[in-house]
């Protein structure tokens, strides 16, 4: 079927879906989540980088002093420039650092039973969503093959100054720490067909880190994305329709 009629993309029509992040979620247009972000706390510095197939944009916002940051990966459409993927981190000093079961009670109330949870060094938490945005369990999430489908690099080459060097900032109050926009997520069965992912929908990793035997505390990591969403779009750039996707 034509992209425009396949059913992966029914849920994607109205622009603002899946979990929300400080007021971001999928399909929102870039200016939309541009004012979230500014919304949710002070902009240090945004920059714009080089998107990595199958994005067409890829930007970072340094919020506050520096201990937190945004990446936003985007598609474009006949709708505009839309958010398809977005990476978020928070680097807690130890002074600041809230109890780890405070921090999985927040996260259990405002986005329900995790799909799955595992527990090392801190805790990491999945939401799996279907086609039509329900929440899946472990089970129906591995039955509809909504698992495993996207990688996290650690060192994506998106975000460099115009000397090549990539952009760095010293979290405050640490000497030697230093961050950098980069991580991401990109698709892990890149070569798989997009029927394979029909059933699925948005999905938000979460997780809270213990950094032992570094100067800063935890850091929480959050990643939101949808990769049927990111592969059919890749697709339809392979073939040269992208602008007539219809979403």
């Known amino acids: 079927a034509p992209l425009n009629q396949d059913p992966l993309l029914r849920a994607k029509r109205a622009e603002g879906y899946g979990p929300e992040v400080v007021g971001l979620q999928l399909g929102m247009s870039l200016d939309a989540a541009d004012r979230s972000i500014r919304a949710h706390r ?5 920059f714009v980088g080089k998107a990595p197939f199958p994005f067409d944009g890829a930007y970072a916002y340094v ?22 993927a977005l990476d ?3 680097f807690y000093l130890p002074a600041n650092t809230p109890p780890d079961d405070a921090v999985a009670d927040s996260l259990v109330t ?3 039973a995790p799909t799955t949870r595992r527990e090392y060094q801190g805790f990491s938490m999945r939401w799996s969503r279907d086609a039509n945005g329900e929440n899946l369990s472990r089970g129906e999430a591995k039955s509809l093959g909504c698992q495993g489908l996207v990688d ?3 060192s994506m080459d998106v975000f460099r100054k115009p000397d090549g060097n990539p952009y760095v900032w010293a979290l405050p109050g640490v000497d030697r720490v230093w961050m950098g926009p980069g991580n991401g997520v990109g698709l892990k069965r ?4 997009a029927a394979d992912m029909a059933g699925c929908g948005a999905e938000m990793t979460v997780s809270w880190s213990h950094n032992r035997g570094q100067a800063y505390g935890p850091s929480l990591w959050i990643k939101l994305y949808d990769a049927p969403w990111m592969h059919a779009h890749g697709e339809a750039r392979r073939s040269e329709n992208a602008t007539n996707v219809t979403l």
Do not use: A, C
């Open 42 to 46: 002070e902009v240090m510095e945004r």
């Open 88 to 90: 978020r981190q928070v």
């Open 152 to 154: 996290s690099p650690k």
């Open 63 to 84: 919020l506050g002093d520096g201990g937190e940051y945004f990446t936003l990966f985007t598609i474009r459409d006949v709708h505009g420039e839309r958010l398809v």
């Open 110 to 112: 405002k986005y329900g």
């Open 190 to 193: 890149d070569g798989s067909n």
